[in-house]
């Protein structure tokens, strides 16, 4: 994992078995990779922020939240969109502007990681998705600095 990844976080840390709850909630097991960061960083905000994705840059603005009182929470935000998301495809992180970050368990337990785009969700569920990488620890690899400056 990326250690140049400061967190700025205001919920406190996640106790393993409110993710388990959730993870039964939503049918799904969540990587590893991405608990160990959820579990210190509930809701947390990354810096650096950016990624490269489809010649923009992106916005990886917070982790959603585990806490049932937070805005950002994860079973919340799901029921909210589920309407407009293939079935097995989770969020589990938002940008500024109401796309998603989303694991994607269609093809196997071990999920890959999606890139959500809402507009194009209410059209098209399919056209709503594309391919960002493999895991979460390659998206946070990928995190860097804004280029404009």
Not at 39 to 45: A, E, F, H, S, T
Not at 72 to 87: A, C, M, P
Not at 129 to 135: A, F, R, V
């Amino acid at each position: 994992m990326s250690s140049n990844i400061r967190w700025i976080c205001e919920n406190d840390n996640v106790e393993i078995t409110t993710i388990s709850n959730v993870e039964t909630m939503l049918g799904v097991k969540f990587p590893k990779d991405y608990i160990e960061i959820a579990m210190k960083n509930d809701g947390g905000y990354p810096k650096p922020n950016r990624f490269d994705f489809n010649d923009n840059e992106e916005v990886f603005n917070n982790l959603l939240s585990f806490d049932e009182e937070d805005y950002s929470n994860i079973i919340n935000t799901y029921n909210d969109i589920k309407d407009r998301l293939i079935e097995k495809v989770i969020p589990f992180a938002e940008d500024p502007f109401g796309n998603m970050i989303c694991f994607d368990y269609r093809n196997n337990e071990q999920p890959v990681v999606i890139f959500w785009e809402h507009e194009k969700a209410f059209n098209d569920k399919e056209s709503a998705i594309s391919y960002l990488c493999d895991t979460f620890t390659e998206l946070m690899l990928m995190l860097h600095e804004s280029k404009e400056q």
